[in-house]
């Protein structure tokens, strides 16, 4: 069992070779995320995301045979940032959970299949990409956000602003000025 509160930077790993060998049916473990410059992609973790998940014999091994090994977890946290268009405040929330083959060896290009010849999985590295995977690019308040005049500022999800707007058929008639040339 790894402990987020007493993981040692070398107690990132899980040893599954003795769910492989039969030794063993299941290893938990549970551990913070400890999110990294996320700061710069306006995204505020005000607690550590959780990681929690086990890795388990899934079929057992007949003869020498290895048994089949299955790992899943899930990463959870709450977030805050702002609207990409008008800046409202948001929260939202990351919730994801994985489901992994872990093998001694294959030749599979599926992403869901690890290869972990000695068992030793670095379990963290494996959360950690997945959390950046799961982290939202842009984020709006609402699909059809109106965002802010460019000219005043104003939050055009509260009405029209006062600024003259340039019309589109201007552009439209140079475009097809252009296209004619
Ligand atoms: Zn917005
Ligand atoms: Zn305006």
């Known amino acids: 069992m790894i402990n987020g509160k007493n993981m040692q930077t070398n107690e990132n790993k899980i040893d ?9 049916k299941e290893i938990k473990f549970e551990f913070d995320i400890i999110p990294e410059n996320t700061e710069n992609m306006d995204l505020f973790f ?12 899934k079929a057992r091994g007949r003869g020498k045979a290895d048994s089949y090994v299955g790992l ?3 990463i959870s946290g709450k977030y805050k940032t702002h609207c990409a268009r008008c800046f409202a ?14 093998v001694k060896k294959t030749e599979s290009e599926n992403e869901d299949i690890i290869e972990v010849p000695n068992g030793i999985l670095d379990i963290r590295e494996l959360a950690d990409t ?16 109106k965002g802010l005049c460019e000219t005043c ?13 340039s019309t589109g058929s201007n552009s439209l008639a140079d475009l097809k000025k252009l296209l004619d040339n």
């Open 89 to 102: 405040d948001i929260e939202g929330e990351i919730d994801v959970f994985k489901e992994y083959d872990l």
């Open 153 to 165: 500022g104003k939050n055009l999800n509260e009405g029209p602003c006062t600024c003259k707007k």
């Open 46 to 57: 005000e607690r550590a995301p959780k990681v929690s998940g086990r890795a388990f014999e």
């Open 130 to 145: 997945v959390f950046y995977l799961e982290l939202p690019f842009c984020v709006l308040c609402k699909e059809d956000c």
């Open 16 to 24: 599954v070779s003795k769910i492989y060998n039969g030794e063993e």
């Open 72 to 74: 899943e977890f899930g």
